[in-house]
């Protein structure tokens, strides 16, 4: 009996994203799975192959699918693993972005690796998520959350902030710096590897706090076990609102005397891989370990 | 015969800046010479400081000064060094801010050190800085220039950017970056060491490079001669403005298609130090040379 | 009742050992407590502070004592670590050494923190060791193992070596590079951290590979699961006996063909901390984390 | 006229060096060029290839050859023109190692590269070279130099030495370090780079200061100018020989006590780049600068 009955894709456009769409359409109807397809991308969609497929939001894919399969880049990933972790539903990657840290399956591959995954030749690897609470006089203000990382800064580059840093409660510096990365593991392959962060394996329990720029030449990263809380209270010195990144996007800020609390979250994200799939292989690849050598 | 006659000060508002003008003008006068006061400062000082002392604009007080002390923090001398580098005055730096590797004076060791210079005890070193011109269509459509370094990033943080550098007409990379910094020696040991950038002596002819938070790991600082002709195109890739600032001045945004050209501006800077003055032992002062060890 | 009874206490030579080996003896008997002293540092004390006290070998100390403590610097404790972790006494530490990260007691307040110890008043904290294992023809050749870090490398300075490296059987590169730290979290403050390596908090349960001097501009430091298993093969490029080093003692040398099996360790050492230790707190005045701000 | 009518062949042993110098004795031979080869690799070659060939010793073929051509690593070119640099006479490299920073020529075009530069179609660029001197008691006691980098160190993997570094005689720092490495432009796409040195261009005239492992976290890079003088005093802390490496070679030791000077070369290595030789491309090509984006 096939594991997974109910398929749903989600995606973003973009370059080569409609051919994988059409071919990913073509290869389910073969094997005769229920699909639905997100209400966002319907419209990249000629009616042949909407016919027998259901249309829904992406709420509502999480509900009612087996399985989900991204079709994009990783920020696709990362845009459908903040709205699904809730569910249970495992994620599959189908690569049409750059880098594809997080989308394993590429586009010439889709019969292959779908069909094996189909087939229950895959792994499941959980991902954790970190939660952000902005807090103002001790009440929450906002909240927001991130599978790679949740960056507190000023907002504007090249210009500094001051926060102190509490983790489990204990106090550990007051940086001027321009800003924070607070990193999960499958995050340390992004932003904070550019700001020096050291590479986590994705199974590692662990949290990374990436300086940026700091004016503390001692300062370096910190990796802290995943279960701790992180604080930053915002000190008086800010006179500008905060932005608190998560993933990239902006939607909360913070401003002195606010305090953001990083903490993971009880969600996690079902990624499947197919049995091929080797995170160091991956670095080996996307980070040139095999070429910038001298 | 005195060398400096006619003594400009500038500066600005901030924490102890009113006695330390105070305390100057008080020394300069036991000394008979000429004060100039910028307009700027004017309503900081109260009237018996003021009625033998004349009141310049800044640019006035470049033209009518032997010698200029500027009260405040680096950022104050940086802001004075970009006004005043097209005179030829030399200028000193009374330290009211946090840092003060530009300003060498010590609020508390004004009569003393202040004293040695007009009795011809110093050193003069001259600080090249450097001028941006931004072009579109080949023409040039802004100028600024910087003691310190010129940044050209996103305007938003944790925001990537994609630019082509070259140096001397040679194409050097194409980087996705948060942006670069182009630093003087000067400049080496303010934003561009919180990036990572070397420390350049101050007579160093040379210009430093230093990617922010670089897609590329291989991508390193780069140190060219000084005379070097820096060009960064702006990639079509890019569709907000983006700020080229200048000593953390915002005075210029470029767009998609735009160059960013800097280049040595032809009037240095001429710093007093008093002889006691080592760049050495302000970095081991100032950087923690002596205390971060482990 | 007090918890601990009979008080091992051991040490190495070094400036001010006599002096804060003789003050806690004193002390010590001022609690009626029984006490068994290193041979190997008896000959440091005067008959009048020998005369009911007994003494042992170390590994005997180990049996029969419920507390240990260490006089000297980091390196004493690590020894004693390396010695201790199998029996499950718990080890405290009075600094007689430059840093002091794993020597909390400072000599100036024996009688205060080690009589809160004894009071019941302290935490402890399990540390890790690691296991090196090194085989040839997959026969086990040599065995140490190591509280901060396991390095192998080339034993002669600037000089390069070659191997793989795998973690949990996984292949992640081939590197030339100067060779390999694997570090403990409590190694993470020390050998690793200035390679470059991320500082790790004691409690995380992580391993730490920082490469050195490599030749590949895009290896970064990696942190795994702490129960991974690390191997390390030596390339037959190499024509020396390379060292494997264990907390920076030599015990154990592999050659072309050998692979270094890297593991943590079943005992683990249990640290006694008074009650105001922090780890952070440690950062901040070791690291410099607040005087190297510019 | 052709510039060059003497041409020097020298080189070492190594995979595929033989079939590059037959292809180029070949060649020479029929642009009609008086060939005179090393008789540190005359054994490698047949008769048939030496018959009308002059063989001598390195230093002679400096002094009768008007182009010399290595054939082998950039350590073949780095041996060369430590020898070499005091003759006036032009070296140009066929690449038969790994990297190949020094050597332009590829074995696959060795007829085109090297005709072309016959041809007169080429560009000389100066490099300089640095001495290093060691004093004992103000005494110097030994002498070698290096055109990429001189490295001081433990000679001993992983372990601390510590010394005193000054800069045209004014005390910089004392540093507990695995020691430090001082390089030229040359030098710093090599080890230096490896450690964390910026990138210098070839024709910038400044010396990197690079330690290596400091256990000061705010010890950076140093860039001086190339004209400054450069000791470092050892300290009576090191109780063993430490090496100065010379481009990897250790020729020198020094001990507690002793000075080790190390200033510019007076004479100058004149190495030849066809003209497609681009040093940013090296950079692009060799260091992974299109290949390493994440």
């Keep these: 009996m096939d594991p997974f009955r109910n398929i749903g894709i989600i995606g973003r456009e973009g370059s080569g994203v409609v051919e994988s769409l059409q071919r990913l359409i073509v290869f389910l109807r073969t094997r005769g799975l229920n699909i639905i397809i997100g209400d966002h991308i319907q419209h990249l969609l000629e009616p042949q192959y909407l016919h027998d497929v259901r249309v829904s939001s992406r709420k509502m894919i999480g ?4 399985l989900i399969i991204v079709v994009g880049g990783d920020g696709s990933l990362l845009a459908a693993a903040r709205t699904l972790a809730r569910f249970d539903v495992p994620v ?11 989308t394993d399956v590429s586009p010439d591959e889709i019969e292959q690796r779908v069909g094996e995954v189909l087939d229950g030749q895959y792994r499941i690897e959980k991902r954790f998520l970190l939660d952000a609470v902005v807090t103002r006089n001790g009440e929450p203000i906002g909240v927001a959350d991130a599978l790679n990382d949740i960056v507190v800064n000023s907002g504007t580059s090249a210009k500094m902030i001051e926060f102190e840093l509490y983790i489990e409660g204990e106090f550990v510096y007051r940086q001027r710096s321009d800003g924070l990365i607070v990193s999960t593991p499958t995050g340390s392959t992004a932003y904070s590897l550019s700001g020096g962060g050291p590479i986590m394996h994705p199974r590692l329990d662990a949290i990374a706090l990436v300086p940026m720029f700091p004016h503390t030449l001692s300062s370096r990263p910190i990796v802290v076990d995943g279960n701790s ?5 915002i000190c008086e010195s800010n006179t500008t ?6 993933d990239g996007q902006v939607h909360l800020t913070a401003q002195s005397g606010d305090a953001v609390y990083v903490t993971k979250k009880p969600h996690k994200l079902k990624m499947i891989h197919p049995l091929n799939h080797s995170f160091y292989a991956s670095c080996r690849d996307k980070l040139g370990w095999n070429t910038s050598n001298f």
């Design 229 to 233: 809380e992180i604080k930053i209270v």
């Design 241 to 246: 609102q905060l932005p608190v990144s998560c």
């Design 63 to 66: 509900e009612v699918s087996d």
């Design 92 to 102: 599959l990657g189908v690569n049409r972005g750059r880098l594809g840290f997080l």
